[in-house]
């Protein structure tokens, strides 16, 4: 590539999760150790990659999902139940309202840009697989556009996260299953604005958490198994 990323949390920021992190571990529960442990170590391989947008964005979705991701038991059964849990019980925990500004201020034009995207629309791609259900996936997204501008207009955070990170789905599905070439100019927008956005709300995330750490953040998928 021929020029850096931006970076949205700086070499000083991770640090000061990382400090925070070793500081208050002892009193963690197992379950959310571990988690914040995977979480923070993508975290920090991502904030070290300044060249390669497309790792970025792996590295990030990688550390988001060490984050959310739950126990494999759980009652809710798809991957968008499991986004609007995560994220109302983070909305409700964050009394400083430091996700509210992480998305209305900071990164609202990134945000808006991938929503009005049809490329991280799934049913867009259903219908260009073929799928003739999806043969409205204009409608589909004109109607998903009036449910976000509500959610707009009644600074629903948790839905407005909610969608994004639906859409973010999308995009990670496209790039993990080999549905994209590496460094490919026809998708740059929504992997450098999808990257930027978890740059900037996986931190918070993870604070919060860590903040709330007596709260029920459920068993990782993965348990640390020595033999």
Same mark, same amino acid.
């Given at each position: 590539?021929?020029?850096?990323? #931006?970076?949205?949390?700086?070499?000083? +920021?991770?640090? @000061?999760?990382?400090?925070? &992190?070793?500081?208050?571990?002892?009193?963690?529960?197992?379950?959310? =150790?571990? @988690?914040?442990?995977?979480?923070? #170590?993508?975290?920090?391989? =991502?904030?070290?990659?300044?060249? *390669?947008?497309?790792? $970025?964005?792996?590295?990030?979705?990688?550390? /988001?999902?060490?984050?959310?991701?739950? +126990?494999?038991?759980?009652?809710?059964?798809?991957?968008?139940?499991?986004?609007?849990?995560?994220?109302?019980?983070?909305?409700?925990? *964050?009394?400083? %309202?430091?996700?509210?500004? =992480?998305?209305?201020?900071?990164?609202? &034009?990134?945000?808006?840009?991938?929503?009005?995207? $049809?490329?991280?629309?799934?049913?867009?791609?259903?219908? &260009?697989?073929?799928?003739?259900?999806?043969?409205?996936?204009?409608?589909?997204? =004109?109607?998903?556009?009036?449910?976000?501008?509500?959610?707009?207009? %009644?600074?629903?955070? #948790?839905?407005?996260? #909610?969608?994004?990170?639906?859409?973010?789905?999308?995009?990670?599905? %496209?790039?993990?299953?080999?549905?994209?070439?590496?460094?490919?100019?026809?998708?740059?927008?929504?992997?450098?604005?999808?990257?930027?956005?978890?740059?900037?709300?996986?931190?918070?995330?993870?604070?919060?958490?860590?903040?709330?750490?007596?709260?029920?953040?459920? $068993?990782? /998928?993965?348990?640390?198994?020595?033999?």
């Amino acid at each position: 590539m021929s020029s850096s990323i #931006s970076t949205s949390i700086n070499f000083t +920021e991770f640090h @000061r999760l990382k400090d925070k &992190q070793r500081m208050l571990r002892e009193g963690f529960p197992e379950a959310l =150790a571990l @988690r914040v442990h995977r979480a923070l #170590s993508w975290l920090g391989r =991502a904030v070290n990659e300044s060249e *390669d947008v497309d790792l $970025k964005f792996i590295l990030l979705w990688i550390g /988001f999902n060490a984050a959310y991701a739950n +126990e494999l038991n759980m009652d809710l059964n798809s991957e968008r139940g499991l986004f609007r849990c995560y994220f109302d019980t983070l909305v409700l925990l *964050d009394k400083e %309202q430091r996700i509210y500004n =992480a998305v209305w201020k900071r990164y609202s &034009q990134e945000i808006r840009l991938l929503l009005e995207n $049809k490329f991280v629309f799934a049913p867009f791609w259903q219908y &260009q697989n073929g799928v003739e259900e999806y043969a409205n996936w204009e409608e589909r997204l =004109a109607s998903s556009r009036r449910v976000i501008a509500s959610a707009l207009t %009644q600074r629903d955070t #948790s839905l407005i996260l #909610s969608v994004l990170f639906d859409r973010l789905y999308v995009l990670r599905n %496209q790039v993990m299953h080999g549905g994209a070439t590496w460094n490919s100019s026809v998708n740059r927008s929504q992997i450098r604005d999808g990257s930027a956005v978890i740059d900037t709300l996986l931190p918070v995330f993870i604070e919060l958490m860590m903040d709330h750490s007596q709260h029920e953040w459920g $068993k990782p /998928f993965y348990p640390v198994v020595d033999k």
